[in-house]
């Protein structure tokens, strides 16, 4: 028995041997035959016997032959890495071979995200090439790729989405999914060398990770930036929904790889431009708008032709501008929908709302006014300035906007989105406040630019006449008329939008009173007391049983509060343009007639009748004041020129 142990150890000896003296050949007709993985199980078998005998000074050139062998067969894996056809499983054959030959894990795993890299970056420049393409244009080479340069759009948004995520983040799950099954999950511990865990290789890959993702991040930024955006936000919405859930898929098989934080920000940033883009387009329609009431306004009629009135023309801009906030606004839902993956981020919808709310239906309610307001200080120049009518017009739009629209507006954005729970909301009631401060501003202004359209008139007649070589009158003077006329149509327009409002009980005899008493009391007074000292008493006694009238005083939302306004600043010129200039008798009478006329019609627009008669005797006090023979004309004869006029 010792005999045929001792034999069989021999023989097994032998049989090492043998198998030592062979090795570095076989692996030499391996390597040349491409049998990697056979040479590798020879080598494999090999190294016990190696190990035992390595000391022997006999053996040393076997095993330096080996080694050197095995340095070659290395490098031919190695060179797998580097070949850009190679597949996932030869990748995976080539790792685990690798493995074997005691390759270090730190060069595996970066030989093998080098590799699978290379597939990525060619993915996300053709995707930053695709951006460019939008964003610029003339950058880009006309036959790019080898395409026709009619051919080579850009990719429409969900065909890159598409891209971005088949190729990208598909192909990122698909290197986790390997690179988890090569380094982490079947890796014997004893290949761990240097001190390295599976926390470390797990480092690489999520270090690896976060360079390339960052890198798409910021290309799908770009795109979801450079997208034409569209009332319907549906398609964009679609897109970005792909986007986030194929990363969630992606963070499922790599729980430490979170990016949520940056897909949460070019979500709210593509809601944040979109919101932005419907506000534009708002404005933009408003603008227009009002451009087009302006050309209403301004537009000659012919003969037989119905106008818009403006009461037409305010419900029209009412209506289309309400129906446009709600179509604008129903193109935003697609953010909301319960179908939507990122609408289940925390606060998204809350925030959401409350950017509708808040950046477009708040910002613009406030652009109107800011319009309404610009409006204002062009109004009453020559060239380019608002038009009266339309001031009118935009002090009766904020009216409404005041006592319906605000609430409107809003109530349609809290009806669609929901009501937003936040103390940064502004309330409707700030909203209503500085619409109505608007409308004030509006109505003020359209009575001081009418008002001064009426004195420039009543200015110019007194100051280019010739009053010390006037003529006996025999007519009213024909400015007179004209200030009537324009009154009278004045007084059309307020009606179409603004309530008669609140009068005075009048007199049975308003357009009766051929001249002022205290005029008459004047001229008769001044026959026996011809001192000029008495006429200044008399009208400053006057004055005092005169109650004052304010002429820039805050206008009523009514018809006759506005005509009210405007009558008394022209008349109000009127009187100090008289109080500048010298009558003779003649001139003195023909104020006499021009202020009886203006009497027999505007009393009736007034609130408040004495008014008109009060600043009317005034004038006429004040001609008297200024005239070197102030003899009145007999009343009868007055009436019959004014009747005749």
């Not at 051919?151 to 088949?166: G, R, S, T, V």
């Not at 999950?185 to 690896?208: H, I, T, W």
Request: glycine fraction near 4%.
């Amino acid at each position: 028995k010792i005999i045929r142990l001792l034999l069989l150890t021999s023989m097994l000896a032998l049989f090492q041997l043998q198998l030592l003296f062979e090795l570095p050949p076989r692996l030499k007709a391996c390597i040349e035959s491409e049998s990697y993985e056979e040479a590798v199980i020879y080598y494999s078998k090999a190294q016990k016997v190696l190990r035992q005998y390595k000391h022997m000074p006999s053996f040393y050139g076997i095993h330096d032959d080996c080694n050197a062998v095995v340095e070659v067969l290395k490098e031919r894996l190695r060179k797998k890495f580097d070949h850009p056809e190679v597949t996932t499983r030869e990748l995976f054959d080539t790792v685990q071979l690798l493995f074997q030959l005691r390759e270090p894990t730190d060069t595996l795993c970066d030989n093998y995200l080098s590799n699978a890299r290379r597939t990525l970056d060619r993915d996300i420049k053709e995707l930053q090439r695709q951006v460019k393409m939008l964003t610029d244009p003339a950058a880009c080479s006309p036959t790019e790729g080898g395409k026709d340069a009619a051919l080579d759009l850009p990719m429409h948004i969900l065909e890159f989405m598409n891209m971005a995520c088949n190729c990208v983040v598909s192909g990122l799950c698909t290197i986790i999914e390997s690179y988890t099954d090569l380094f982490i999950n079947r890796l014997p511990v004893e290949y761990y060398e240097n001190g390295e865990s599976d926390v470390a290789v797990v480092q690489k890959l999520k270090a690896f990770l976060d360079e390339l993702m960052q890198q798409l991040f910021h290309v799908v930024e770009q795109r979801v930036a450079a997208e034409s955006r569209l009332v319907d936000s549906s398609i964009l919405v679609k897109a970005l929904d792909r986007f986030c859930q194929r990363l969630q898929a992606l963070s499922k098989m790599m729980p430490d790889a979170d990016y949520s934080k940056p897909t949460a920000k070019i979500v709210k940033q593509a809601a944040q431009d979109q919101c932005a883009f419907v506000l534009h387009t708002l404005r933009q329609f408003f603008m227009e708008r009002l451009t087009d009431v302006r050309h209403s306004l301004a537009l000659p009629r012919t003969v037989g032709q119905d106008s818009l009135s403006l009461a037409d023309l305010h419900m029209g801009l009412q209506t289309l501008i309400v129906n446009q906030v709600r179509c604008l606004l129903k193109g935003l839902q697609a953010f909301v929908h319960t179908d939507v993956e990122f609408t289940k981020q925390a606060n998204f919808q809350d925030s959401f709302c409350l950017e509708v709310r808040e950046e477009i239906v708040v910002a613009f309610i406030r652009s109107i006014n800011k319009v309404a307001l610009e409006f204002c200080e062009t109004a009453g120049e020559k060239s380019g300035g608002a038009p009266p009518s339309l001031l009118l017009l935009l002090s009766r739009f904020s009216v409404e906007m005041k006592t319906a629209l605000v609430n409107q507006l809003l109530g349609m954005a809290d009806e669609l989105f929901g009501a937003p729970d936040s103390p940064n909301l502004t309330p409707a009631s700030l909203l209503v406040q500085e619409t109505s401060d608007v409308a004030q501003t509006l109505i003020d202004q359209f009575v001081r630019v009418q008002g001064l359209i009426i004195s420039q008139m009543l200015r110019k007649s007194v100051e280019t006449r010739d009053w010390m070589n006037a003529l006996e009158p025999r007519n009213v003077r024909a400015v007179m008329k004209r200030v009537v006329e324009d009154v009278t149509a004045v007084d059309m327009r307020v009606g179409q939008l603004y309530e008669e409002g609140a009068r005075n009980e009048r007199s049975s005899d308003s357009s009766r009173r051929t001249y002022p008493y205290s005029a008459s009391g004047r001229a008769h007074w001044s026959a026996r007391w011809p001192s000029s000292v008495d006429h200044s008493l008399l009208s400053n006694i006057q004055k005092l049983f005169s109650e004052k009238i304010d002429i820039f005083t805050t206008v009523e939302f009514s018809r006759v509060s506005v005509m009210t306004g405007i009558i008394k600043i022209g008349l109000k010129t009127f009187l100090e343009c008289v109080r500048l200039k010298t009558f003779s008798r003649y001139a003195l009478q023909q104020v006499q007639v021009d202020t009886h006329y203006l009497q027999l019609y505007l009393w009736r627009f007034v609130s408040d009748e004495n008014l008109v008669h009060v600043l009317l005797d005034e004038i006429m006090g004040s001609a008297i004041h200024r005239c070197f023979e102030p003899i009145l004309m007999e009343p009868s004869v007055v009436e019959v020129i004014c009747e005749r006029g």
